[in-house]
Each structure stands twice: as C-alpha cells, then as structure tokens.
C-alpha cells in the first residue's frame, strides 16, 4: 500500500486520501447547490451550468503528494467547480 505524508509529517494511505477526495468533492458541490440551487462553473467569465460539471484541483493531487502536503488534496479550497471545457483548458497549464 502506498503512504503519503502529510505536512505535520504524518502518514497517509493512497486509498484514505482518495476517499477523502471523494467526499471533499460532493461537500463542494453540494456547498454550492445550497447557496445558489444548482452547480455551475467557477471559472472567472465562463459560469456554464449545461453539461459536465467537474470538480477540479487547483494544486493536482499528485503534486500535493509529491511535496508531502497530501492534507491539500482532500482540501475543498483547493478544489474548483469547472465546466468540462475549463477543467481541460486548466489541466493543460499545469
């Protein structure tokens, strides 16, 4: 099993992180559902609600891994709402 660490230098599993992912992730979405009724994107002038709606890393999770701050993965402010067009456009900078 693989072990990441965290910043206060604790260990991590691969798979406690992803779930961690996983629920940071719904948290998210469902912060933004109560506060404006439905999911849209984020990203400063496009604001798209058709379509996918992905949930994506500001700092990508292998990154917050490899620099031993795994905790920033499953951070929600670490995490953006991007339409599925936005998402790639940011993934493709970073």
Do not use: P
């Not at 260990?11 to 559902?33: F, G, N, P, T």
């Not at 058709?50 to 031993?68: L, W």
């Amino acid at each position: 099993m693989n072990y990441y660490k965290k910043s206060d230098g604790e260990r991590i599993s691969k798979s406690e992180i992803d779930r961690r992912v996983r629920i940071a992730k719904a948290e998210k979405l469902q912060e933004q559902r109560n506060e404006f009724g439905y999911n849209f994107c984020e990203e400063k002038g496009c604001g798209r609600s058709d379509g996918y709606i992905d949930c994506s890393h500001d700092k990508s999770v292998n990154d917050c891994q490899r620099e031993g701050m795994s905790e920033l993965a499953y951070d929600k402010n670490n995490i953006t709402i991007r339409c599925r067009d936005c998402h790639i456009i940011w993934d493709s900078k970073y």
